[in-house]
Nanobody, 114 residues
């Protein structure tokens, strides 16, 4: 079992920045972020493997950066140039292989509004 503890999020103005962090209770191959806006399905934001391979949703490419500190079992999501459509609950995920989501965090709210 892997526990994921998220931090960060909150309120930002359009064009602003926020950073999310997610600490895992042990090392795991793939970690990432998904988001779910009201009335919508949960969608991929970005994922990263322990080797540093990344995958981003087209909607966040060039604005969001995912990174990982393997020794701390922590993944970060730097979100820049935020837009109102980025408003959602952001969930940390972790998986034992590429593209799997075996574990989920509790979610953290990100609201982009003026």
């Amino acid at each position: 079992q892997v526990q994921l503890v998220e931090s960060g999020g909150g309120l930002a103005q359009p064009g602003g920045s926020l950073i999310l962090s997610c600490a895992a209770s042990r090392n795991i191959f793939s970690m990432g972020w998904y988001r779910q806006a009201p009335g919508k399905q949960r969608e991929l934001v970005a994922t990263i493997t322990s080797g540093g391979n990344t995958n981003y949703a087209d909607s966040v490419k060039g604005r969001f950066t995912i990174s990982r500190h393997n020794a701390k079992n922590t993944v970060y999501l730097q979100m820049n140039s935020l837009k109102p459509e980025d408003t959602a609950v952001y969930y940390c995920s972790a998986g034992m292989s590429w593209g799997t989501n075996d574990y989920w965090g509790q979610g953290t709210q990100v609201t982009v509004s003026s």
